[in-house]
C-alpha cells in the first residue's frame, strides 16, 4: 500500500541529490541540472499534498514553479554561452570575475 | 498492487538516474540521465492523480526546457579541454552524500508523523478542466505576473547573449 507521504519522502531523497550536486560539482551545467532537480523535488511535494488534501491550490503553485523554471532556464543558458565565449571553459573556479582581484591559475 | 509496483519502478528509476547526473563527467550524459529523471516525476504526477500537471512536465519540461539545453550544449561545441576536470569527484560526491544523511533523516522522520492517506487514484480531480476553473478563478494575478516575469526573462536572454560583450 502506497501513501501520500512516500511521494513526499522520495522528493526529500531528490532534494539532498540536488543539494548533493550544487555542492561537489565544478561543471556549470551540472549545477544547473542540480537546481532544477530541487525544483522538481519541491513540486513532487506540492503535488503530493495537493493529493492529501483534495485541494487544488498546490498545483496551481506547482504550475507557477514550472513557468518560473523556464524562466530561468531561459536567463542561465544565456549565461552560459556568455560565459563560454569569453573564458572556453564550464569549469565554476574559473568566473572570478566578481570575487578576486587578478585571475587565479587554473589547477589542471 | 500495479501501483504499488509502478510508484517502486519510477522512484528507483528517478534516484539512480539522478545519481547519474550528478556524476557523469561529460555534461551530455547529465543531461539525457536527468532527462530519464523528469520523465519518471511525470510519472509519479499521474500516479497522484494530477493529469494536466503530467502533460505540462512531460512537454514543458521534458520537452522544451531540456531540448533548448541540449541545443545549447551542441551549439556550444565542448572539447574535452573546457570541461573542468576534477580528480576528487567520487571523494566528495561522497563525503557531502554523508553529510547530508542527517538532514534527510531528519526530514523522513518529520514526515513519516504526518497523517497517513492512502494514494489512490481519483477521477477527475487534477484534470484540465479543474484545474483551469481554478486558475482562472482565484489565480488570475499570479497567473498575469507570470507573464510579465516570463517576458522580462525573454528580454533579459536578449541582452545578455548579445555579441559585443567582453567580460
Known amino acids: 500500500m502506497i501513501f501520500v507521504t512516500d511521494y513526499m519522502i522520495l522528493a526529500v531523497l531528490l532534494f539532498s541529490i540536488g543539494i548533493v550536486g550544487v555542492v561537489s560539482r565544478r561543471n556549470i551545467i551540472v549545477l544547473y541540472m542540480s537546481i532544477e532537480l530541487m525544483l522538481n523535488a519541491i513540486n513532487l511535494i506540492f503535488v503530493a499534498l495537493s493529493r492529501q488534501f483534495e485541494q487544488l491550490d498546490t498545483q496551481i503553485a506547482a504550475l507557477m514553479i514550472i513557468a518560473i523554471a523556464a524562466a530561468e532556464a531561459a536567463l542561465f543558458l544565456a549565461v552560459i554561452v556568455l560565459l563560454f565565449r569569453n573564458r572556453r571553459s564550464l569549469d565554476a573556479n574559473v568566473f572570478t570575475l566578481l570575487g578576486q582581484r587578478e585571475q587565479p591559475k587554473n589547477d589542471k | ?167
Open chain 2, 1 to 167: 498492487m500495479l501501483v504499488e509496483l509502478i510508484f517502486i519502478a519510477l522512484s528507483l528509476i528517478a534516484l539512480i538516474s539522478a545519481l547519474g547526473m550528478i556524476s557523469f563527467h561529460q555534461p551530455i550524459n547529465s543531461v539525457l540521465s536527468f532527462i530519464v529523471t523528469l520523465l519518471s516525476i511525470a510519472g509519479l504526477f499521474a500516479l497522484l492523480s494530477s493529469s494536466f500537471i503530467f502533460i505540462v512536465q512531460v512537454i514543458i519540461y521534458a520537452g522544451a526546457i531540456m531540448s533548448l539545453i541540449l541545443f545549447v550544449i551542441m551549439f556550444l561545441n565542448i572539447k574535452e579541454k573546457n570541461i573542468p576536470n576534477e580528480p576528487k569527484k567520487a571523494l566528495w560526491i561522497s563525503g557531502s552524500l554523508i553529510a547530508i544523511t542527517p538532514f534527510t533523516l531528519l526530514l523522513v522522520n518529520a514526515l513519516k508523523t504526518l497523517p497517513q492517506k492512502e494514494a489512490t487514484i481519483i477521477n477527475g480531480f487534477g484534470s484540465i478542466e479543474a484545474v483551469g476553473r481554478e486558475l482562472f478563478s482565484k489565480w488570475v494575478l499570479p497567473f498575469e505576473m507570470i507573464s510579465i516575469l516570463l517576458l522580462i526573462a525573454l528580454l533579459g536572454a536578449i541582452v545578455l547573449a548579445k555579441k559585443e560583450q567582453n567580460i
